[in-house]
């Protein structure tokens, strides 16, 4: 029963937080989807590897937040210079995934590859799965008050399993972004996304360079 | 072809006489003196000074734009003015109240600043899965004032569609100023995908804004805010938001005009321009090449200040989405190919009529807007120097 209430509390920790996931990982998402060819299916399959990674991502921070008690504790300038490095990871692989994307066209080129990070077949799906990774590590409200309530488990199991109630929550409200593949695909519309992949990165860029150098984000 | 881009060809046009250009110009007159003369106002001499100019210096654009037939030419006049002037009674009105031009980033979160149009595509996602606004100006406080600014901003839209980036944009004109100043473009070659840059600069703004929940734009990308207010830096982040402000205003409003010609932060920059243009689908005036007369000469094309004409589009007799129909290619080409149209009617149904159904319009949101800051400008200019 305890056990029962705990992963009903993930669950509806996930579906509250859901807007506030969506939120942060649209300007990653968004771009990433409007590469692919157009329809479910790819749009599907990319979601699907991003999720999976981004719930490694969780079950990561959830091994981590159990072992040292929680994140939540780390001093606040440890914890500013673990997020500028995941900003500047994520600013890296998005400027990656622009360029390497520039050998791709729209769906008038009948390409049956999805996008991919660099050019070796086997590692098409690298990108969205380093991006899930890296958006699931985000220390965000929501996602430090799992953390807090995994911390406080009895074992590692339980905490990882709080995690994995969390990100079915969160996951659900990741269903829409399949739609993306509504939207027609042409040279000009891949160009759009890849410029805004490059531009969000450069907001990670300089945000993460920031936090690195050992600053507050204003004076906070 | 390409080297005759730079400076403008003026084709002969239509002129009219005097008598009948004023006639004309009379609803703009009666319409200026309505903005600028309302019982109440102007209780300082220099207000009336003020307003008597910009009223007189607006009647008299509209006046040579009905009497030579031309529009670009008379309409810079106006926006380069509004362009310069705009800052200088903007600064003034905040260093007067505040005391700075520098604004503490959590009153700009607070909307505790000027209205400014800029990120009104910004709002959409944030207010509507949250039913938050996320505007940095003071009227966000009031729904009823939102819901005014916004609903205005919609009615002229309508009507003008990318038409309010050439006669109601407060920020375009010192671009334009400088675009006017070289006689020759350096660059010539420009690769038309930048085209898309405001198309990608509004996707991700628009997504940063939900995910930041604060106008992303103004916190990062506005290259006016090196003209009107600035971020108070208190912190590293605050001095590179300062830093790439000034960096983009340099780059986009000052180098980039004078190298190229063109409008270069409108049209490959302004992601309200690109949310603008897709007003113009609906709005019921636009610019047409008459493909009967067209020798594509690509005059027109050179002398477009926004890039909104291409090879293709003229072989298709179209502008491109872009086109914020200030009127530089009708006034160029040498074949009078390039017209003004109204949709749904015939493409050579009396072009001079639509042009003088879409100036009216135009220009009066020119003079409620731009002639107002124009005043205001004014006003500040005659503070300091009587």
Redesign the interface.
Same mark, same amino acid.
């Given at each position: 029963m305890a056990a029962f209430v705990l992963f009903s509390e993930a669950l509806a920790l996930g579906l509250a937080s859901g807007p506030a996931c969506i939120a942060a990982c649209g300007p990653v998402l968004v771009p990433s989807l409007l590469t692919e060819q157009a329809g479910f299916k790819p749009h599907a399959r990319f979601l699907s590897v991003f999720l999976g990674a981004r719930l490694a991502g969780y079950l990561l921070f959830a091994a981590a937040a159990w072992e040292v008690g929680t994140l939540v504790s780390l001093p606040q300038a440890s914890r500013v210079l673990l997020m500028g490095g995941v900003d500047v990871l994520l600013a890296g692989v998005l400027l990656w995934y622009a360029w390497s994307a520039r050998h791709l066209c729209g769906s008038s080129c009948a390409s049956s590859k999805l996008v991919q990070i660099g050019a070796a077949k086997d590692r098409r799906m690298a990108g969205a799965a380093a991006l899930g990774l890296l958006t699931g590590l985000s220390l965000c409200p929501p996602f430090v008050a799992a953390g807090v309530r995994a911390a406080e488990q009895g074992s590692m199991t339980q905490a990882l399993l709080f995690f994995v109630f969390f990100f079915l929550g969160t996951s659900v409200w990741f269903i829409p972004f399949i739609g993306i593949g509504c939207v027609a695909r042409n040279q000009a519309v891949m160009t759009v996304a890849r410029m805004t992949m490059a531009l969000i990165a450069l907001y990670y860029l300089s945000l993460g360079i920031a936090m690195l150098m050992g600053r507050k984000a204003y004076g906070f | 072809m390409a080297s005759k881009a730079c400076t403008l060809r003026l084709a002969p046009a239509a002129t009219r006489g005097r008598l009948r250009s004023l006639l004309l110009t009379l609803p703009i007159a009666v319409w200026s003196l309505l903005m600028f003369f309302h019982p109440g106002t102007h209780t300082d001499p220099k207000s009336r000074i003020a307003a008597t100019l910009t009223a007189l210096f607006m009647t008299a654009l509209f006046f040579m734009m009905m009497r030579t037939g031309k529009t670009y030419r008379w309409r810079r006049w106006f926006f380069v003015s509004l362009g310069l002037l705009f800052p200088i009674g903007f600064i003034y009105n905040l260093v007067l109240v505040r005391g700075t031009m520098g604004i503490p /980033?959590?009153e700009m979160i607070a909307g505790r600043t000027p209205f400014c149009f800029l990120p009104i595509p910004l709002l959409i996602l944030p207010a509507a899965? %949250?039913r938050t606004l996320v505007f940095p100006g003071s009227i966000a406080a009031s729904s009823h004032g939102i819901a005014s600014m916004v609903g205005l901003w919609l009615a002229l839209t309508l009507v003008l569609g990318k038409g309010w980036c050439a006669y109601a944009c407060f920020f375009g004109g010192i671009e334009e100023g400088m675009a006017a100043i070289p006689k020759r473009a350096r660059i010539r070659k420009i690769d038309p995908?930048w085209r @898309? @840059?405001p *198309? !990608? /600069?509004l @996707? &991700?703004m628009v997504? @940063?804004s939900? &995910?930041l929940?604060e106008p !992303?734009y103004c916190m *990062?990308l506005c290259p006016f805010k090196a003209v009107t207010e600035y971020i108070t830096a208190?912190? %590293? +982040?605050?001095l +590179?938001q300062n830093g +790439?402000f000034i960096l983009l205003f340099l780059a986009l409003v000052i180098v980039l005009p004078l190298a190229t010609k063109k409008r270069t932060q409108c049209s490959f920059f302004c992601p309200f321009g690109a949310f603008q243009s897709i007003f113009n689908k609906i709005s019921v005036f636009e610019v047409k090449i008459d493909r009967t007369r067209c020798k594509s000469c690509g005059v027109c094309q050179n002398a477009c200040p926004n890039l909104s004409l291409s090879k293709e589009s003229i072989a298709q007799g179209e502008t491109l989405l872009s086109c914020m129909k200030c009127g530089a290619c009708v006034d160029a080409c040498p074949q009078q190919a390039a017209v003004w149209h109204i949709k749904g009617t015939e493409l050579a149904w009396k072009p001079e009529r639509a042009r003088l159904m879409f100036l009216y319009a135009a220009w009066a949101v020119a003079v409620m807007f731009g002639g107002s800051i124009i005043a205001q400008g004014l006003v500040t200019i005659l503070h300091f120097i009587v």
């Amino acid at each position: 029963m305890a056990a029962f209430v705990l992963f009903s509390e993930a669950l509806a920790l996930g579906l509250a937080s859901g807007p506030a996931c969506i939120a942060a990982c649209g300007p990653v998402l968004v771009p990433s989807l409007l590469t692919e060819q157009a329809g479910f299916k790819p749009h599907a399959r990319f979601l699907s590897v991003f999720l999976g990674a981004r719930l490694a991502g969780y079950l990561l921070f959830a091994a981590a937040a159990w072992e040292v008690g929680t994140l939540v504790s780390l001093p606040q300038a440890s914890r500013v210079l673990l997020m500028g490095g995941v900003d500047v990871l994520l600013a890296g692989v998005l400027l990656w995934y622009a360029w390497s994307a520039r050998h791709l066209c729209g769906s008038s080129c009948a390409s049956s590859k999805l996008v991919q990070i660099g050019a070796a077949k086997d590692r098409r799906m690298a990108g969205a799965a380093a991006l899930g990774l890296l958006t699931g590590l985000s220390l965000c409200p929501p996602f430090v008050a799992a953390g807090v309530r995994a911390a406080e488990q009895g074992s590692m199991t339980q905490a990882l399993l709080f995690f994995v109630f969390f990100f079915l929550g969160t996951s659900v409200w990741f269903i829409p972004f399949i739609g993306i593949g509504c939207v027609a695909r042409n040279q000009a519309v891949m160009t759009v996304a890849r410029m805004t992949m490059a531009l969000i990165a450069l907001y990670y860029l300089s945000l993460g360079i920031a936090m690195l150098m050992g600053r507050k984000a204003y004076g906070f | 072809m390409a080297s005759k881009a730079c400076t403008l060809r003026l084709a002969p046009a239509a002129t009219r006489g005097r008598l009948r250009s004023l006639l004309l110009t009379l609803p703009i007159a009666v319409w200026s003196l309505l903005m600028f003369f309302h019982p109440g106002t102007h209780t300082d001499p220099k207000s009336r000074i003020a307003a008597t100019l910009t009223a007189l210096f607006m009647t008299a654009l509209f006046f040579m734009m009905m009497r030579t037939g031309k529009t670009y030419r008379w309409r810079r006049w106006f926006f380069v003015s509004l362009g310069l002037l705009f800052p200088i009674g903007f600064i003034y009105n905040l260093v007067l109240v505040r005391g700075t031009m520098g604004i503490p /980033v959590e009153e700009m979160i607070a909307g505790r600043t000027p209205f400014c149009f800029l990120p009104i595509p910004l709002l959409i996602l944030p207010a509507a899965l %949250t039913r938050t606004l996320v505007f940095p100006g003071s009227i966000a406080a009031s729904s009823h004032g939102i819901a005014s600014m916004v609903g205005l901003w919609l009615a002229l839209t309508l009507v003008l569609g990318k038409g309010w980036c050439a006669y109601a944009c407060f920020f375009g004109g010192i671009e334009e100023g400088m675009a006017a100043i070289p006689k020759r473009a350096r660059i010539r070659k420009i690769d038309p995908r930048w085209r @898309l @840059l405001p *198309w !990608a /600069v509004l @996707l &991700a703004m628009v997504l @940063l804004s939900l &995910a930041l929940f604060e106008p !992303a734009y103004c916190m *990062w990308l506005c290259p006016f805010k090196a003209v009107t207010e600035y971020i108070t830096a208190r912190n %590293t +982040i605050g001095l +590179i938001q300062n830093g +790439i402000f000034i960096l983009l205003f340099l780059a986009l409003v000052i180098v980039l005009p004078l190298a190229t010609k063109k409008r270069t932060q409108c049209s490959f920059f302004c992601p309200f321009g690109a949310f603008q243009s897709i007003f113009n689908k609906i709005s019921v005036f636009e610019v047409k090449i008459d493909r009967t007369r067209c020798k594509s000469c690509g005059v027109c094309q050179n002398a477009c200040p926004n890039l909104s004409l291409s090879k293709e589009s003229i072989a298709q007799g179209e502008t491109l989405l872009s086109c914020m129909k200030c009127g530089a290619c009708v006034d160029a080409c040498p074949q009078q190919a390039a017209v003004w149209h109204i949709k749904g009617t015939e493409l050579a149904w009396k072009p001079e009529r639509a042009r003088l159904m879409f100036l009216y319009a135009a220009w009066a949101v020119a003079v409620m807007f731009g002639g107002s800051i124009i005043a205001q400008g004014l006003v500040t200019i005659l503070h300091f120097i009587v």
